[in-house]
């Protein structure tokens, strides 16, 4: 059996954003238009990144037992510039995160936790193994 650990991540979550796409996830509306931290320079032009960072973040969750707003902010962040300074790590923004988490809560693919966090639904894992297989 192929999991989502055993293919290619780019591949899988292309494949798993389609089938998001397919589940008419509410995408909001400062999508596309706001950075998606004080890293980024520029929003971005991707038309589905919404959905692509959806399935991304059930790629976190099934990797990790436990994911939040904070574990996802420090893994989606990057290296600020900062003029003549050394550059250093700053978090992505949260509220797409946490907009994303909210919506794939919604559709029962994340559920949350009494002590914290959000975990992959067996609805989640499902949707990840079938887009492994259709990948593979």
Known sequence: MVTALDVDTNKLLERAAEKLKGMKLEKPAFVGIVK?????????????????????ILRQAY????VGTGRLR???????SRGVKPQRHAPAGGSTIRKA???????????????????LTAKGRALLDRAAKDVS
């Open 36 to 56: 998606t931290g004080m890293h980024a320079q520029r929003p971005p032009e991707q038309p589905d990144f919404f959905f692509v960072r959806c399935a991304s």
């Open 63 to 66: 990797s990790k037992d436990t």
């Open 74 to 80: 420090r893994h989606y962040g990057g290296r600020k």
């Open 101 to 119: 988490m909210q919506q794939l809560e919604k559709a029962g693919l994340l559920a949350k936790q009494k002590t914290g966090g959000r975990k």
